[in-house]
């Protein structure tokens, strides 16, 4: 019997997790330790036919500890094989976000003017061709103006308003689907495709979040809670999934 509340890390679990529900078979790729979790736990409750990976080449057919080796592989998963995926669609992303703007566009490649950057970052790497061929989502561990920028300073992951403006062939299969962060659960579920609050995470104000994001969200009037875990879901985190605790480093305590 689980007899301490979820922590805001374990919150933040949930709320990735459900990301892939209903997803059936698709390849989840979560990039971050809470998403990571937060797939274990979705395929291990409510989505057992998601496929997941040992971040290298193999699908696997169980879901280990964060940390732990897989005992059993159900197939191959090369390179080709993977990007393959990516452009059926058959894959849903979770990426990090170094600045996101209202429009979901994803910056994750430089700070500053891009011929004469103040930061270099990961660069865009796969971010197009993942928001143009399958779902995509995000995770921000720490919401902040520094992320939720009014416009990135580079167009890595598409959003609605560029893929809108190159037309068809950018919107047939473009979907952002969640983007979840320390504070609350988001979507772009709005008329002009724009990023509204869908859920405060418990304890967070409306307030928070507004005076942490550098453009005007879309606010409901009614805001709910995001859904903490149930106490089988607490124990799947806690003892089988992620036993050492590493959520909390992601995550602190509020």
């Known amino acids: 019997m689980i007899t301490t509340k979820a922590t805001r890390a374990e919150t933040c679990v949930l709320a990735c997790a459900e990301a892939?529900?209903?997803?059936?078979?698709?390849l989840a790729s979560p990039m971050g330790t809470i998403p990571a979790i937060g797939a274990r736990l979705a395929k291990l409750t409510?989505?057992?036919?998601?496929?997941?990976?040992?971040?290298?080449?193999?699908?696997?057919?169980?879901?280990?500890?964060?940390?732990?080796?897989?005992e059993v592989v159900e197939g191959w998963l090369p390179y080709r094989q993977h990007l393959a995926l990516v452009a059926t669609g058959r894959r849903h992303v979770m990426m990090g976000a170094s600045q996101l703007d209202r429009h979901g566009n994803q910056n994750i490649s430089c700070i500053g003017d891009w011929t004469r950057p103040v930061r270099q970052l990961l660069g865009v790497r796969g971010a197009p061709v993942n928001t143009?061929?399958?779902p995509t989502s995000y995770w921000v561990?720490?919401?902040?103006?520094?992320?939720?920028?009014?416009?990135v300073d580079m167009v890595c992951g598409v959003g609605y308003d560029r893929a809108a403006a190159a037309g068809p062939s950018a919107t047939r299969y473009h979907r952002i689907a969640h983007v979840v962060t320390d504070l609350g659960a988001f979507d772009f579920e709005t008329p002009d495709r724009t990023m509204r609050l869908r859920s405060l995470h418990p304890g967070v104000t409306v307030e928070q979040?507004?005076?942490?994001?550098?453009?005007?969200l879309t606010i409901p009037d009614e805001v709910p809670y995001t859904r903490e875990p149930t106490d089988a879901e607490l124990?799947?985190?806690?003892?089988?999934?992620?036993?050492?605790?590493?959520?909390?480093?992601e995550v602190p305590p509020a």
């Open 235 to 249: 124990r799947l985190i806690r003892e089988v999934i992620d036993p050492k605790g590493t959520r909390e480093r």
């Open 20 to 26: 892939w529900r209903g997803a059936g078979e698709v």
């Open 46 to 70: 409510f989505s057992p036919d998601l496929l997941l990976t040992d971040g290298e080449a193999l699908l696997i057919g169980d879901v280990p500890a964060i940390g732990a080796k897989a």
């Open 141 to 151: 561990p720490r919401h902040s103006r520094r992320v939720f920028v009014e416009h």
């Open 132 to 134: 143009l061929n399958n």
């Open 209 to 216: 979040v507004a005076e942490a994001t550098g453009f005007p």
